[in-house]
C-alpha cells in the first residue's frame, strides 16, 4: 500500500498503471500451497516436484509442462490425472505409460498414438479398448511378453529409433480432425469434457469460452490464457486462478470483481492495483470507501474511453520479458528481425550455463543398467543445444525403476521435441478425406467438412468424426 498513488486525469490509464507495475515489488515465482518444490513456477498445490512449469495438484512432478492431478511424472506436458508416466504428452487418466501421446485411460503401454482405454500395448496407433497389442497385432498375454522381450527400451539409441518408427507407422492410419473428447459444439484443438467453445487450444472443463487458451476448470472465458480452475465471467486474463468478474488481469489469485489488476491475491473491488493481498475498494493501491471507489472508478472508466484505453489489454511494452524467452516464441515463432521491427525486446543470450560439463556422453553407457548414482553428480552437456543440465536423485531412482536410458538433451529440448508432435494454433477449413466404400454416411468422398490444425499440405489422413470413429479398432 505504500506504493499508492491518486489517479491524474492530465495523463493516460496505462501510462500511469506502467508507473505503478515497476515501482511495486513483484514475486520472483507464482507458486501457490507449494512445498518443497525448487525451480517451480505457476504451480498450485503441488509437493516435492522439480522444474514443474504450468503444474497444479500433484506430487513428485519432474521438468512437467500444463499437468494437474498426475503424481509420479516425469518430461510429460499436458496430461491430467496420470500417475507413473514418462515422456508422454497429451495422455490423461492413465497408469504406467511411457512416450505415450495423445490418449485415455492407457495402462502400462509404450509408444502408442491416438489410443485409449488399453492395456499393455506397444507401438500401437489408434486401438481403443485393447489388450497385448505389438504394432496394432493381437498376442495373448505369455506372446505379448515374449515378443516385447526383443525390444531393447532401456538403451537410449534404441529407444529413439523406436519413436521415429512410431511417427512413420502412424502416417497410415487416419487422424481425427481435432483431438477432441466429451466436447459439445467446440472447435479448436485439444478439447476435453467442455461445452460451447470457440477457438479453444488446450481446454479441459470449460463452459462458454471463445479465444480461450490453455485453460480449464470453469465457465464463461473470453480471450485468455492460463486461466481457470474454478473461475466465472472472465476476459482478457492470463495466469489467473479462482477469480470471478474479472477482467484485464495478469498473475491473480482468488479476485471478485476487478479490472486491471496484477500480481494480486484474495482481493475484491480493485480497479488499478498491482501487489496487492486481501484489500478491497483501491484504485492505483490506494484505499477508498465504497462510494468513493465507485465514484471515481466510473470516472477514471470515462476517461479512459476518451483516450482510447478501456477495453484494452496491458500492452507489450508492459512485459519485463524478451519475446524469444516467453511461450509467445513457442507457438509463434518470429526471427529477431521480425521482433525488433515490431518494436518489441529480443534477448540474445538466454539463460542457462555452456561449457562446463563434467561428463561426455561417449563417456557414459547407452543402458541405464550399467550405471550409478555417481552420475548424479555429474554435469550433462544436451546433444542438441550444448547448455548444461544434471539428473537429480529422485529423477535417477525412477529411471533405474522404470529402465529408462539417461536423456541425452536438456529439459528444454526434451519438451520442444514433444512440442513437435502437436499442431499449431491455428485453424484451416478443410473437407474429410475418407474415401472409403462401406461408410453409412457418404459414398465416395466424405462431404464433411472442419476446421482443423493439420495444414493442406500435411501427410497425415485426416477424417471427421464420423468416419474416424468407423475406422478405429
Keep these: ?12 490509464f496505462f501510462e500511469q498503471f506502467g508507473e505503478l507495475q515497476r515501482s511495486v515489488p513483484h514475486c520472483a515465482l507464482m507458486n501457490v500451497q507449494t512445498e ?21 495438484y500433484g506430487e513428485r512432478l519432474f521438468h512437467t509442462y500444463w499437468t494437474a492431478w498426475s503424481n509420479d511424472c516425469f518430461d510429460c506436458s499436458y496430461i491430467l490425472k496420470n500417475d507413473q508416466c514418462y515422456d508422454c504428452q497429451d495422455l490423461q487418466d492413465s497408469y504406467g505409460c511411457r512416450s505415450v501421446y495423445l490418449g485415455s485411460k492407457m495402462v502400462d503401454s509404450m509408444f502408442c498414438i491416438g489410443s485409449s482405454d488399453c492395456v499393455n500395448c506397444f507401438m500401437c ?10 504394432r496394432n497385432k493381437q498376442y495373448t498375454k505369455e506372446e505379448y511378453f515374449l515378443e516385447l522381450a526383443k525390444y531393447d527400451v ?22 481425427r480432425y481435432a483431438a477432441m473428447r466429451n466436447a459439445e459444439n467446440c472447435v479448436g484443438d485439444y478439447v476435453w469434457s467442455s461445452k460451447d467453445i470457440y477457438r479453444g487450444f488446450d481446454v479441459f472443463e470449460v463452459e462458454h469460452g471463445r479465444y480461450v487458451y490453455d485453460s480449464g476448470g470453469g465457465k464463461d472465458f473470453m480471450d485468455s490464457t492460463h486461466a481457470g480452475i474454478e473461475s466465472e465471467l472472465m476476459y482478457e486474463s492470463h495466469s489467473v486462478g479462482k477469480v470471478y468478474n474479472t477482467y484485464f488481469a495478469n498473475f491473480v489469485q482468488s479476485t471478485i470483481d476487478c479490472e486491471y489488476v496484477e500480481s494480486c491475491i484474495g482481493v475484491q473491488n480493485i480497479f488499478g492495483g498491482v501487489g496487492l493481498k486481501k484489500k478491497q475498494y483501491c484504485i492505483f493501491n490506494m484505499e477508498y470507501t465504497k462510494d468513493e471507489y465507485e465514484e471515481l472508478r466510473l470516472k477514471i472508466i470515462a476517461h479512459m474511453q476518451k483516450t482510447g484505453e478501456y477495453g484494452e489489454f496491458f500492452s507489450v511494452d508492459f512485459s519485463p520479458f524478451a519475446y524469444n524467452e516467453t511461450t509467445a516464441q513457442q507457438w509463434y515463432p518470429k526471427t529477431k528481425e ?34 550409478n548414482e555417481t552420475m548424479i553428480a555429474k554435469v550433462f552437456s544436451c546433444n542438441n543445444c550444448n547448455k548444461q543440465y544434471k539428473i537429480v536423485k529422485q529423477e ?21 521435441d514433444r512440442l513437435k508432435l502437436r499442431n499449431p494454433r491455428k485453424l484451416w477449413h478443410r473437407q474429410c478425406m475418407c474415401e472409403r466404400t462401406g461408410h453409412a454416411s457418404h459414398t465416395g468422398r466424405c462431404a464433411n467438412q472442419f476446421e482443423t490444425t493439420y495444414t493442406p499440405d500435411r501427410p497425415e489422413i485426416v477424417y471427421c468424426e464420423q468416419c474416424y470413429q468407423a475406422e478405429v479398432v
Design 154 to 175: 532401456s538403451s537410449h539409441q534404441s529407444t529413439e529409433r523406436l519413436k521415429q518408427e512410431l511417427l512413420k507407422f502412424s502416417l497410415s492410419f487416419p487422424r
Design 36 to 56: 518443497n518444490s525448487e525451480y517451480c513456477n505457476e504451480t498450485d498445490s503441488v509437493k516435492d516436484s522439480y522444474m514443474a512449469i504450468c503444474t497444479f
Design 1 to 12: 500500500m505504500k506504493y499508492a498513488r491518486a489517479f491524474d486525469f492530465s495523463r493516460p
Design 125 to 134: 496407433v489408434n486401438l481403443h479398448h485393447k489388450s497385448y497389442y505389438i
Design 396 to 416: 535417477f531412482a525412477f529411471y533405474k525403476a522404470h529402465t529408462i536410458p539417461l536423456p541425452r538433451q536438456c529439459p528444454d529440448c526434451r519438451f520442444y
Design 338 to 371: 521480425e521482433v525488433l521491427a515490431r518494436g518489441w525486446k529480443w534477448r540474445d543470450e538466454l539463460p542457462g550455463k555452456y561449457g562446463h560439463g563434467t561428463i561426455a556422453w561417449d563417456k557414459v553407457s547407452d543402458r541405464i543398467s550399467d550405471i
